[in-house]
């Protein structure tokens, strides 16, 4: 049978990548991004599960991936040409497939009765709409099952330390080279440190390295999903953990080295909340369906699987894989489930393992507790408390406020929060709802279009803070006021509550005499965070990720110095001006001998410098947004 042309290559294990291009001659480590480049999009596949790339009349380079679809194993990478396997083309093709998500090393997931494609990215804020990867997860049980934590840390190894520092190398090394310099030899760098920390036992430090890896191939090949902010935090995030953790002073959160306690047979109460679509740009595709206990524990029962955007918008009615339940994905986030024998993990996913029964309850609408909880304080004080959950796991949950529409901001829709007496709170501030996804085949988009058409509504909201924008909430799910006259007229058997992205306001829904469609303007006022001078700060981080030291050092002795220190210090951010200063003066410390060759070529200090200015700008920025929202 002829092969078919022109398919995706399996995902490539990191080890095995970073193995491939050490096995390289200097000389052809030189070549290696444009050999990459020539034979991306020329793979064929064979009828037996393999995969082919040709290079001329006589060298072909097949792999054959395991039977979980990924290259595992150096010899499922074969090269028929003399050099092989230390030969460019094997090395070549291996860089030019994607790079696999493996389960940490000796880890078990006790939530799921076989692996689920949950520990993939998903959405356009990976983590928030579903969060928690098999390698970062801890086993926790909530209910009436115990739960214990070892109260002290335990101290790091010396391979723990050392596989940090590796990390922490190799990271400073692509940051002074930046996007441009860091092509496949500094990332396979990257991925071998990676995978020792993998050994090493710290999976945080292991998948923020894959993170960056990632986002420094997304940003060569100019992916239209991929934002240099991104990235940037990437690279912060990266620089923070492996500095911790090569000092030997982490807690348990970035070593791994601490688990709960774990044991099943707990019983529990569930009420759904709401659902949300997920979808990946890798792919994947399913939802998210989120629930609370009656003592107001977020929990969350996930189906994510490949399959992209057609599974995200099926999989809303798809049947729930809990202990025989008979529900659906819609069914469960207008009802309920009692759970025996339950099984939660860190981030509150509700398991499907054996053992676990589930019975379907009555919903509770979101004027009842446990959901009545979440619209009890401002909004203010919730995202304080959400930006504290942030800062310990990288994940924001869900808040709830009710509003009054005002009109629309470009995609953005824009309302004032009421006080509990009904009226607009003493000087409330906009607040900017946007699509949780903004894919324009889910129906989030003209949603938010139909109510910014409908000024004076008031809307009891349900959504994820924008941790990165001010006062801005991403938008999952809306429903009516309780006691408002110009609120929303919903279906008795929606239960109060519209997903936005399943889904879809009609005109019957409406107050009557609502005006049409047609989105009202109206100017939002001064952005805190966008007309703060720290966009400056910002700006020269950003300018180091894209073009490296040399880049921060032109840009700060410019004409026109992208930081301005005397307009941060102008306006109240004095250290943040110290801080860049230092940085700028880092950047272009490159002492030469009387030969012009560099006397240190070190990278450690630069690296120090870009981590202290970005920590301390990403701290001010949340110290802004959270003032915005009052």
Same mark, same amino acid.
């Given at each position: 049978?002829?092969?078919?042309?022109?398919?995706?290559?399996?995902?490539?294990?990191?080890?095995?990548?970073?193995?491939?291009?050490?096995?390289?001659?200097?000389?052809?480590?030189?070549?290696?991004?444009?050999?990459?480049?020539? *034979?991306?999009?020329?793979?064929?596949?064979?009828?037996?599960?393999?995969?082919?790339?040709?290079?001329?009349?006589? =060298?072909?380079?097949?792999?054959?991936?395991? /039977?979980?679809?990924?290259?595992?194993?150096?010899?499922?990478?074969?090269?028929? *040409?003399?050099?092989?396997?230390?030969?460019? $083309?094997?090395?070549?093709? !291996?860089?030019?497939?994607?790079? /696999?998500?493996?389960?940490?090393?000796?880890?078990?997931?006790?939530?799921?009765?076989?692996?689920?494609?949950?520990?993939?990215?998903?959405?356009?804020?990976?983590?928030?709409?579903?969060?928690?990867?098999?390698?970062?997860?801890?086993?926790?049980?909530?209910?009436?099952?115990?739960?214990?934590?070892?109260?002290?840390?335990?101290? #790091?190894?010396?391979?723990?330390?050392?596989?940090?520092?590796?990390?922490?190398?190799?990271?400073?090394?692509?940051?002074?080279?930046?996007?441009?310099?860091?092509?496949?030899?500094?990332?396979?760098?990257?991925?071998?440190?990676?995978?020792?920390?993998?050994?090493?036992?710290?999976?945080?430090?292991?998948?923020?390295?894959?993170? #960056?890896? @990632?986002?420094?191939?997304?940003?060569?090949?100019?992916?239209?999903?991929? @934002?240099?902010?991104?990235?940037?935090?990437?690279?912060?995030?990266?620089?923070?953990?492996?500095?911790? #953790?090569?000092?030997? =002073?982490?807690?348990?959160?970035?070593?791994?080295?601490?688990?709960?306690?774990?044991?099943?047979?707990?019983?529990?109460?569930?009420?759904? !909340?709401?659902?949300?679509?997920?979808?990946?740009?890798?792919?994947?595709?399913?939802?998210?369906?989120?629930?609370?206990?009656?003592?107001?524990?977020?929990?969350?029962?996930?189906?994510?699987?490949?399959?992209?955007?057609? @599974?995200?918008?099926?999989?809303?009615?798809?049947?729930?894989?809990?202990?025989?339940?008979?529900?659906? $994905?819609?069914?469960?986030?207008?009802?309920?489930?009692?759970?025996?024998?339950?099984?939660?993990?860190?981030?509150?996913?509700?398991?499907?393992?054996?053992?676990?029964?589930?019975?379907?309850?009555?919903?509770?609408?979101?004027?009842?507790?446990? /959901?009545?909880?979440?619209?009890?304080?401002?909004?203010?004080?919730?995202?304080?408390? @959400?930006?504290?959950?942030?800062?310990?796991?990288?994940?924001?949950?869900?808040?709830?406020?009710?509003?009054?529409? =005002?009109?629309?901001?470009?995609?953005?829709?824009?309302?004032?929060?009421?006080?509990?007496?009904?009226?607009?709170?003493?000087?409330?501030?906009?607040?900017?709802?946007?699509?949780? $996804?903004? $894919?324009?085949?889910?129906?989030?988009?003209?949603?938010?279009?139909?109510?910014?058409? *409908?000024?004076?509504?008031?809307?009891?909201?349900?959504?994820?803070?924008?941790?990165?924008?001010?006062?801005?909430?991403?938008?999952?799910?809306?429903?009516?006021?309780?006691?408002?006259?110009?609120?929303?007229?919903?279906?008795?058997?929606?239960?109060?509550?519209?997903?936005?992205?399943?889904?879809?306001?009609?005109?019957?829904?409406?107050?009557?005499?609502?005006?049409?469609?047609?989105?009202?303007?109206?100017?939002?006022?001064?952005?805190?965070?966008?007309?703060?001078? !720290?966009?400056?700060?910002?700006?020269?981080?950003?300018?180091?990720?894209?073009?490296?030291?040399?880049?921060?050092?032109? /840009?700060?002795?410019?004409?026109?110095?992208?930081?301005?220190?005397?307009?941060?210090?102008?306006?109240?951010?004095?250290?943040?001006?110290?801080?860049?200063?230092?940085?700028?003066?880092?950047?272009?410390?490159? =002492?030469?001998?009387?030969?012009?060759?560099?006397?240190?070529?070190?990278?450690?200090?630069?690296?120090?410098?870009?981590?202290?200015?970005?920590?301390?700008?990403?701290?001010?920025?949340?110290?802004?947004?959270?003032?915005?929202?009052?």
């Amino acid at each position: 049978m002829t092969p078919e042309p022109t398919v995706t290559l399996p995902p490539v294990a990191p080890a095995v990548l970073a193995e491939a291009v050490e096995g390289l001659t200097g000389r052809l480590r030189k070549k290696l991004d444009a050999a990459i480049a020539d *034979c991306a999009g020329s793979a064929v596949s064979a009828p037996d599960g393999s995969f082919a790339v040709r290079f001329g009349e006589d =060298t072909v380079v097949t792999l054959r991936p395991a /039977a979980s679809g990924a290259v595992t194993a150096a010899d499922q990478a074969v090269c028929g *040409c003399l050099l092989a396997p230390r030969c460019l $083309h094997r090395a070549a093709v !291996l860089g030019a497939a994607p790079i /696999a998500d493996l389960p940490a090393a000796g880890a078990e997931d006790p939530f799921q009765e076989e692996p689920a494609a949950e520990s993939a990215p998903v959405g356009p804020d990976a983590g928030a709409a579903h969060a928690g990867a098999a390698a970062e997860a801890r086993p926790a049980t909530h209910g009436d099952a115990e739960e214990s934590l070892t109260g002290t840390p335990e101290p #790091l190894t010396d391979a723990q330390r050392t596989a940090a520092g590796a990390l922490w190398q190799a990271a400073a090394t692509a940051l002074a080279g930046g996007v441009s310099a860091s092509g496949a030899v500094v990332q396979a760098e990257l991925l071998r440190a990676a995978h020792s920390a993998r050994v090493a036992g710290l999976p945080r430090a292991e998948a923020a390295a894959l993170r #960056l890896v @990632r986002g420094l191939r997304a940003a060569r090949d100019r992916s239209s999903t991929q @934002r240099l902010s991104d990235l940037t935090a990437a690279f912060r995030e990266l620089l923070r953990i492996s500095a911790v #953790l090569a000092a030997g =002073t982490a807690d348990p959160d970035l070593s791994g080295g601490t688990r709960r306690a774990y044991r099943p047979g707990g019983s529990l109460r569930a009420y759904g !909340l709401c659902r949300e679509p997920v979808l990946s740009a890798t792919g994947y595709g399913g939802v998210v369906t989120h629930l609370l206990t009656p003592d107001g524990l977020p929990l969350s029962v996930s189906d994510v699987k490949p399959g992209g955007l057609a @599974r995200a918008r099926g999989a809303g009615s798809a049947s729930v894989a809990i202990g025989g339940a008979v529900l659906d $994905h819609a069914g469960l986030a207008r009802g309920g489930l009692l759970v025996v024998g339950a099984t939660v993990s860190a981030d509150g996913r509700l398991g499907a393992g054996r053992g676990v029964k589930a019975t379907p309850l009555r919903g509770i609408p979101w004027t009842e507790e446990p /959901a009545a909880a979440l619209f009890a304080r401002p909004a203010a004080e919730a995202v304080t408390a @959400r930006q504290a959950d942030a800062a310990a796991d990288g994940r924001s949950g869900l808040l709830g406020c009710d509003v009054e529409v =005002t009109g629309a901001a470009g995609d953005h829709l824009l309302v004032r929060e009421l006080s509990p007496d009904g009226t607009v709170r003493d000087g409330a501030p906009f607040l900017r709802l946007v699509p949780a $996804h903004p $894919h324009p085949e889910l129906p989030y988009v003209a949603n938010l279009r139909r109510l910014a058409g *409908c000024p004076g509504l008031r809307l009891r909201v349900i959504g994820r803070p924008d941790l990165d924008r001010a006062a801005t909430l991403r938008a999952v799910s809306v429903g009516p006021v309780p006691g408002a006259a110009d609120t929303l007229r919903l279906p008795a058997e929606w239960l109060g509550r519209v997903d936005l992205g399943y889904d879809r306001i009609q005109g019957e829904h409406l107050p009557a005499g609502t005006p049409g469609p047609v989105p009202r303007a109206v100017d939002p006022g001064p952005d805190l965070l966008a007309d703060s001078p !720290l966009w400056r700060v910002r700006r020269l981080l950003e300018t180091g990720v894209a073009g490296g030291r040399r880049a921060v050092a032109e /840009a700060a002795r410019g004409g026109e110095p992208v930081s301005r220190p005397d307009l941060l210090r102008r306006a109240g951010f004095g250290t943040a001006a110290d801080l860049a200063d230092a940085l700028a003066a880092e950047a272009d410390c490159r =002492t030469r001998d009387a030969f012009g060759r560099l006397t240190d070529t070190s990278t450690d200090r630069y690296a120090h410098a870009w981590l202290a200015s970005s920590v301390h700008l990403a701290a001010s920025e949340r110290a802004l947004i959270t003032a915005s929202w009052s």
